[in-house]
């Protein structure tokens, strides 16, 4: 069964600076079923990356994700006041079929 | 336009079973590779997800909760059903339905509902 580790758990930084969230898989992911989500209070979640480096529809571009196999990254290249919310990773797979990470709660430092 | 509502009780007694419904529109499960999710989220805490059906009626669960759970579709009506029994005050969540998008390839949750707030309490 695939675990997903979200770190850090909360980051602390001010507008302007650069996010990077980490998303660790206890075993191979397809770079394909990995997706990347944000959430604000009393909001749904929102898709912003999916096949681990797409950015959705109407997703800024300061928003990127990367990476393969165990180990993806979303960076957030210059946090806007609107950034500042929890970033769940996604993965697609066969067992279970979708299992999301803890979130990272990106605060205003 | 793609669009997702559940609906089902606010409020459920511990034991009781949940039933909640997903109400879509924008899509449909005769398309191959669509497939519609179940996922919670206590108040405070993260997302986890519960459960997914596919336009071929696949239906799959999470580990830990597969024996408490049942998916369902019904194409016509473009809705889908989760039940949950022996609902237990930990239970407590918001309930989110989300289209899962297969026909693209990438298998992800691109537009979900709002969500409901369903409460176990006696």
């Known amino acids: 069964e695939i675990v997903l580790t979200q770190s850090p758990g909360t980051l602390s930084l001010s507008p302007g600076e650069r996010a990077t969230l980490s998303c660790r898989a206890s075993q191979s992911v397809s770079t394909t079923f990995l997706s990347w989500y944000q959430q604000k209070p009393g909001q749904a979640p929102r898709l912003l990356i999916y096949?681990?480096?797409n950015r959705a529809t109407d997703i800024p571009d300061r928003f990127s994700g990367s990476g393969s196999g165990t180990d993806f990254t979303l960076t957030i290249s210059r946090l806007e006041p609107e950034d500042f919310a929890v970033y769940y990773c996604q993965q697609y797979g066969s067992s279970p079929r979708i299992t999301f990470g803890p979130g990272t709660k990106v605060d205003i430092k | 336009q793609v669009t997702l509502r559940e609906s089902g009780p606010a409020l459920v007694k511990p034991t009781q079973t949940l039933t909640l419904t997903c109400t879509f529109s924008g899509f449909s499960f005769n398309t191959r590779g669509i497939c519609v999710s179940w996922i919670r989220q206590p108040p405070g805490k993260a997302l986890e997800w519960l459960a997914l059906i596919g336009w071929d009626d696949d239906k799959y669960y999470s580990t830990s909760l597969k024996t408490r759970l049942t998916i369902s579709k019904d194409t016509s009506k473009n809705q889908v059903v989760l039940t949950m029994t022996n609902m237990d005050p930990v239970d407590t969540a918001t309930y989110y339905c989300?289209?899962?998008?297969?026909?693209?390839?990438?298998?992800?949750?691109?537009?979900w509902g709002q969500g409901t707030l369903v409460t176990v309490s006696s």
């Open positions: 096949g681990a480096s």
């Open positions: 989300a289209r899962v998008h297969g026909p693209s390839g990438y298998y992800d949750s691109d537009y």
